[in-house]
């Protein structure tokens, strides 16, 4: 297997990962973000405290990067939540799981309790079948929450582990 480097990375260097937004963004089938998201208004949702960023190389190739920040302010903030992107070009190849397992690491190394995932659009089911595989349950599913830009209304799952 191709080893996967994942380092945090601050506001300055986000502008490696945008390529990686955009072709989600353009696909619009995973994210509930608008189409329109501005470079700067991703890195201040993706780097701005108390969320942090961290990005996947192989080889020097920019492959995927995740979020990790408290699911909620306050007495929520105990529980973790993630946001995943992996390139087109490098799907497949256990990027997906390696962002996953660095980021429930390091959720537990910043004293996270658990997991949670408040939007995972149903028809995700690559994303869906892995989380499961790394211990997540779905805890809920929103009816019709998300307009896929082919499938019309979808569901989107609450998905949850401890950690």
Same mark, same amino acid.
């Given at each position: 297997?191709?080893?996967?480097?994942?380092?945090?990375?601050?506001?300055?260097?986000?502008?490696?990962?945008?390529?990686?937004?955009?072709?989600?963004?353009?696909?619009?089938?995973?994210?509930?973000?608008?189409?329109?998201?501005?470079?700067?208004?991703?890195?201040?949702?993706?780097?701005?405290?108390?969320?942090?960023?961290?990005?996947?190389?192989?080889?020097? *190739?920019? @492959? /995927?990067?995740?979020?990790? &920040?408290?699911?909620? $302010?306050?007495? %929520?903030?105990?529980?973790?939540?993630?946001? !995943?992107?992996?390139?087109?070009?490098?799907?497949?190849?256990?990027?997906?799981?390696?962002?996953?397992?660095?980021?429930?690491?390091?959720?537990?190394?910043?004293?996270?309790?658990?997991?949670?995932?408040?939007?995972?659009?149903?028809?995700?089911?690559?994303?869906?079948?892995?989380?499961?595989?790394?211990?997540? *349950?779905? @805890? /809920?599913?929103?009816?019709? &929450?998300?307009?896929? $830009?082919?499938? %019309?209304?979808?569901?989107?799952?609450?998905? !949850?582990?401890?950690?």
């Amino acid at each position: 297997m191709t080893e996967i480097t994942i380092r945090q990375i601050q506001a300055e260097e986000f502008n490696r990962v945008w390529p990686i937004f955009g072709e989600i963004l353009a696909s619009g089938d995973t994210y509930a973000y608008p189409a329109d998201l501005s470079l700067e208004q991703a890195c201040a949702m993706w780097t701005s405290a108390p969320a942090r960023c961290f990005m996947a190389e192989i080889a020097g *190739e920019i @492959v /995927g990067c995740y979020r990790l &920040a408290p699911n909620q $302010p306050g007495p %929520g903030d105990h529980i973790a939540n993630s946001s !995943y992107m992996v390139a087109s070009a490098a799907r497949g190849r256990g990027v997906g799981e390696a962002l996953c397992v660095h980021s429930l690491q390091e959720a537990r190394r910043s004293g996270f309790q658990a997991m949670q995932f408040n939007f995972v659009v149903s028809t995700n089911t690559a994303a869906v079948r892995l989380w499961r595989r790394l211990g997540f *349950e779905v @805890v /809920g599913t929103l009816p019709k &929450a998300f307009r896929h $830009p082919r499938l %019309g209304l979808v569901d989107s799952l609450v998905m !949850y582990r401890l950690l």
